[in-house]
């Protein structure tokens, strides 16, 4: 079955950077687009950064943008987020997702997620 497990968040300082990453399994992890988002408390999950099915092309939410670098290695079947110049308002859960065709429509995988604490 289709496993995504987020690895890498903790506690860093304001103005700190933090690599996540995301190993996949269950499908054609080379065919597939990779998305991460977040959640902060009270908040609606909301959309980081996307990556193409081979990393060519990338989309950041405007709030990451030049903070933030999705990449992936179809080799290892992971997906990693780079976050620099982290702000106390990044504070989140972070989450893999792939989006996937099935029989009944498009269907969300999520991972576990893991969580990003910044703060002095």
């Known amino acids: 079955q289709v496993q995504l497990v987020e690895s890498g968040g903790g506690l860093v300082q304001p103005g700190g950077s933090l690599t996540l990453s995301c190993a996949a399994s269950?499908?054609?992890?080379?065919?597939?687009?990779m998305n991460w988002y977040r959640q902060a408390p009270g908040k609606e999950r909301e959309l980081v950064a996307t990556i193409s099915s081979a990393g060519g092309s990338t989309n950041y939410a405007d709030t990451m943008k030049g903070r933030f670098t999705i990449s992936r290695n179809n080799a290892k079947n992971t997906v990693y987020l780079q976050m620099s110049s982290l702000k106390p308002e990044d504070t989140a859960m972070y989450y893999c997702n792939v989006r996937l065709l099935t029989l009944w429509g498009d269907y969300d995988y999520w991972g576990q997620g893991t969580h990003v604490t910044v703060s002095s």
């Open positions: 269950g499908f054609t992890f080379s065919r597939n687009a």
